[in-house]
Protein backbone atom coordinates (compact mmCIF):
# COMPACT_ATOMS: atom_id res chain seq x y z
CA UNK A 1 0.00 0.00 0.00
CA UNK A 2 2.73 2.16 0.77
CA UNK A 3 3.91 1.79 -2.58
CA UNK A 4 1.22 2.45 -4.18
CA UNK A 5 0.08 5.46 -2.34
CA UNK A 6 3.98 6.80 -3.04
CA UNK A 7 3.62 6.48 -7.08
CA UNK A 8 6.43 3.70 -6.58
CA UNK A 9 6.00 1.73 -9.95
CA UNK A 10 9.34 -0.02 -10.16
CA UNK A 11 9.18 -0.70 -6.17
CA UNK A 12 5.27 -2.20 -7.22
CA UNK A 13 6.08 -4.01 -9.68
CA UNK A 14 9.53 -6.36 -8.15
CA UNK A 15 6.47 -7.62 -5.80
CA UNK A 16 5.72 -9.70 -8.85
CA UNK A 17 7.68 -12.46 -10.57
CA UNK A 18 8.71 -11.03 -14.40
CA UNK A 19 6.22 -13.06 -16.05
CA UNK A 20 3.22 -12.89 -13.16
CA UNK A 21 -0.41 -11.78 -14.49
CA UNK A 22 -2.43 -9.25 -13.11
CA UNK A 23 -6.23 -9.48 -13.66
CA UNK A 24 -7.68 -5.39 -14.20
CA UNK A 25 -10.47 -4.43 -13.50
CA UNK A 26 -11.39 -3.64 -17.03
CA UNK A 27 -11.78 -7.89 -17.43
CA UNK A 28 -8.53 -8.07 -19.34
CA UNK A 29 -5.08 -9.65 -17.78
CA UNK A 30 -1.51 -7.59 -17.34
CA UNK A 31 0.90 -10.14 -18.08
CA UNK A 32 4.64 -9.84 -17.43
CA UNK A 33 6.71 -6.79 -16.17
CA UNK A 34 5.97 -4.53 -19.02
CA UNK A 35 2.20 -5.02 -18.99
CA UNK A 36 1.73 -4.77 -15.11
CA UNK A 37 4.39 -1.84 -15.39
CA UNK A 38 1.54 0.16 -17.53
CA UNK A 39 -1.37 -0.87 -15.49
CA UNK A 40 0.51 0.74 -12.21
CA UNK A 41 1.74 3.95 -14.30
CA UNK A 42 -1.92 4.37 -15.45
CA UNK A 43 -3.68 3.50 -12.28
CA UNK A 44 -0.90 6.08 -10.40
CA UNK A 45 -1.04 9.15 -12.72
CA UNK A 46 -3.90 10.92 -11.01
CA UNK A 47 -2.03 10.20 -7.14
CA UNK A 48 -5.36 8.21 -5.84
CA UNK A 49 -5.16 7.00 -2.35
CA UNK A 50 -5.63 4.23 -0.98
CA UNK A 51 -6.71 2.82 2.29
CA UNK A 52 -5.17 -0.44 3.63
CA UNK A 53 -7.27 -2.90 4.39
CA UNK A 54 -7.34 -5.76 6.87
CA UNK A 55 -4.79 -8.98 6.35
CA UNK A 56 -7.09 -12.17 5.91
CA UNK A 57 -5.60 -15.31 6.40
CA UNK A 58 -2.67 -16.68 4.31
CA UNK A 59 -3.29 -19.89 2.88
CA UNK A 60 0.40 -21.79 2.81
CA UNK A 61 1.11 -24.93 0.59
CA UNK A 62 5.11 -25.51 0.38
CA UNK A 63 6.48 -22.49 -1.51
CA UNK A 64 3.30 -21.43 -2.28
CA UNK A 65 1.26 -19.05 -0.91
CA UNK A 66 -2.62 -17.37 -1.09
CA UNK A 67 -2.80 -13.98 0.04
CA UNK A 68 -6.34 -11.53 0.68
CA UNK A 69 -7.29 -8.62 1.99
CA UNK A 70 -10.74 -6.94 2.99
CA UNK A 71 -10.08 -3.56 2.03
CA UNK A 72 -12.75 -0.40 3.48
CA UNK A 73 -14.89 -0.75 1.21
CA UNK A 74 -15.75 -3.98 1.01
CA UNK A 75 -13.22 -5.08 -1.53
CA UNK A 76 -11.63 -8.57 -1.34
CA UNK A 77 -8.05 -8.80 -3.06
CA UNK A 78 -6.34 -12.29 -3.70
CA UNK A 79 -2.77 -12.59 -4.59
CA UNK A 80 -0.74 -16.37 -4.85
CA UNK A 81 2.79 -15.71 -4.00
CA UNK A 82 5.95 -17.91 -4.71
CA UNK A 83 8.95 -18.20 -2.41
CA UNK A 84 11.88 -16.82 -4.32
CA UNK A 85 15.48 -18.87 -3.78
CA UNK A 86 16.92 -15.87 -1.37
CA UNK A 87 13.40 -16.56 0.95
CA UNK A 88 11.41 -13.74 0.03
CA UNK A 89 7.92 -13.48 -1.66
CA UNK A 90 6.70 -12.70 -5.20
CA UNK A 91 3.57 -12.49 -6.58
CA UNK A 92 2.63 -14.77 -9.54
CA UNK A 93 -0.80 -14.03 -9.80
CA UNK A 94 -3.13 -11.22 -8.38
CA UNK A 95 -6.69 -10.55 -8.24
CA UNK A 96 -7.05 -6.90 -6.74
CA UNK A 97 -10.61 -7.05 -6.65
CA UNK A 98 -12.86 -10.01 -6.35
CA UNK A 99 -16.07 -7.65 -6.47
CA UNK A 100 -15.71 -6.46 -9.58
Known amino acids: MARLNA ?3 DGLVDLYEPD ?3 ARP ?3 VATGADEIRRFY ?6 RPTFEPGTQLRTLLWGDLALTSSRLANGTITV ?3 RRQ ?10 KP ?4
Open 97 to 100: DVNA
Open 7 to 9: GDV
Open 79 to 81: EVA
Open 20 to 22: AVL
Open 41 to 46: ERLVAG
Open 85 to 94: PDGTWRWVLD
Open 26 to 28: DGG
